[in-house]
């Protein structure tokens, strides 16, 4: 049962951890979230502010004797990804996340977890709630809807947070701190078209699904080498266009602009004595994938089922133009950083493809720690559609975090680490989005870093966090709070 995850240990973090998964937060959903945990402040006695984009602030006295320490900002987001599998009869947005105990770990049934960010506002919470902490003057940042857009950090007030050192406690891999993070910008793509009558009244018309991939998240997942659906689906139609003339009525793959896409469906019409040459194509192109990924995938499926016989055809030009785009654009790790071993610098996912009903739609998020190198993936994505036409546009650019090692916090948590774990953890840039670089904007002389537990598959339904890593990186901050 979900409450058992109450009792493990440390209670505290695991106790509002569990109370924040009953709240339904997909990005844009925070008010209820963000309501509670201003509500934990208030009860706790200690001074609680909201600003107008939702954002919490709740500030704790420094232990008497260490007022004149640093002051500490502890950070992370309220919202979550909201990703399930078909099967799982879930609503993101009135239900609580059903979460369990699985060995080792905790995670939910069938749909993301929300250890991301959950994770950390829980042991922020703990952090604000433990009075035999030793610490300096602390507070607790709490900001809405990170995952789209990074709106809290984003619309953050200079003054509304007041730290000299940030703790941003988003990051997924234990016994690592974070000094840097990637950049991006969403790059989106809209083509209208005027639907083609469909005149071969003879045809028969077909669903081709591509299910089974692993999907996760699209910054710190990226270098696995995961299937992109919308891809395979992209390069599986141009040859089926190629071999048997079909036609595509409809395209449909991916749901979030920063998750790998898990599956993709198009409707498509051919030539009745096609049937079962078309058929045995699929089967053969399922299996090509299934090589392909074997080893990273091993779940991947391709089928396809007779459907009614659609009314209306997406004009054969622009069907070719967009598949074309789509088998043309570059997709995964695009660059390499030399200063950090084995780190992504540039990536692109392309994450969500829908053409139907006239109007073809392409979003990609595009990261890179470089300013120069992700304008410039941005723009090879913007060329491949521009030749077909489309209209392009960038939204959402945010800025990347650029690493400090002469960094005070730096030294504070390797120390601390050293002494938790009795070895030095590993100082890293991240290939993902974390709020630090846009707060950093807002108060640019504030120091920070960036840690957590292990969590894994985060943005996908295979989400888990590490219960054993939860407690050691507790005894981290504890460490940590007390020698700043």
């Not at 141009?238 to 993709?264: H, Q, T, W």
């Not at 723009?379 to 030749?387: I, Y």
Request: glycine letters at 8%; hydrophobic letters at 40%; a negative charge.
């Amino acid at each position: 049962m979900a409450q058992e995850i109450k009792q493990l240990q440390p209670q505290a973090i695991w106790n509002y951890f569990y109370e924040i998964t009953q709240f339904p937060r997909p990005t844009g959903q925070t008010k209820e979230v963000a309501e509670y945990i201003a509500s934990v402040g208030k009860k706790l006695g200690l001074e609680t502010k909201r600003d107008e984009v939702g954002n919490v602030l709740i500030i704790k006295p420094a232990t008497p004797g260490m007022e004149n320490r640093p002051k500490v900002t502890l950070q992370g987001h309220m919202d979550m990804v909201p990703q399930k599998n078909k099967e799982v009869n879930h609503d993101f947005t009135k239900d609580p996340i059903d979460a369990r105990i699985d060995g080792e770990w905790v995670r939910a049934n069938g749909t993301t977890l929300g250890a991301d960010n959950g994770m950390g506002c829980a042991m922020a919470l703990a952090v604000l709630s433990d009075n035999t902490l030793k610490h300096g003057p602390i507070e607790a940042l709490f900001t809405v809807d990170e995952e789209v857009g990074m709106i809290g950090a984003n619309e953050l007030k200079a003054g509304f947070a007041t730290g000299d050192i940030l703790m941003n406690m988003d990051s997924e891999e234990e016994g690592n701190l974070f000094i840097g993070c990637a950049g991006g910008v969403d790059v989106n793509v809209l083509l209208e078209y005027k639907e083609q009558e469909n005149e071969s009244t003879d045809d028969i018309a077909v669903k081709v699904t591509l299910a089974g991939l692993k999907g996760g998240h699209s910054g710190v997942e990226i270098h696995l080498g995961r299937a992109n659906s919308n891809k395979l689906m992209a390069r599986f139609l141009k040859k089926a266009i190629c071999e048997y003339g079909v036609r595509l009525a409809s395209f449909e793959g991916g749901s979030m602009r920063n998750a790998i896409p898990r599956d993709a469906e198009a409707v498509v019409t051919l030539a009745p004595e096609d049937a079962e040459g078309f058929n045995k194509m699929v089967t053969e192109w399922e299996q090509i994938f299934r090589k392909e990924y074997e080893g990273i995938e091993d779940a991947i499926t391709l089928k396809v089922e007779k459907c009614p016989l659609p009314k209306m055809l997406i004009p054969e030009e622009i069907q070719d133009n967009f598949i074309n785009a789509l088998e043309a654009c570059v997709n995964g790790p695009v660059s390499m950083l030399q200063s950090f071993k084995n780190t992504v610098e540039s990536s692109t996912n392309m994450s969500i493809v829908t053409a139907k009903e006239g109007k073809i739609i392409v979003r990609f998020l595009v990261r890179s720690s470089s300013q120069s190198r992700k304008m410039q993936v941005a723009s090879q994505v913007e060329s491949a559609f521009l030749l077909m036409g489309a209209d392009v546009e960038f939204d959402v650019d945010y800025s990347g975090w650029q690493p400090n090692t002469k960094s005070h916090a730096l030294e504070v948590l390797k120390k601390a680490y050293t002494k938790v774990y009795g070895k030095e953890p590993e100082v890293k840039v991240m290939h993902a989005g974390l709020e630090c670089g846009i707060i950093q904007g807002v108060m640019p002389d504030m120091d920070m870093i960036s840690f957590g537990p292990t969590i894994e598959h985060p943005h996908s339904p295979d989400e888990r966090v590490n219960i054993a890593s939860v407690e050691r990186t507790y005894k981290v901050v504890e460490e940590a709070l007390a020698n700043i």
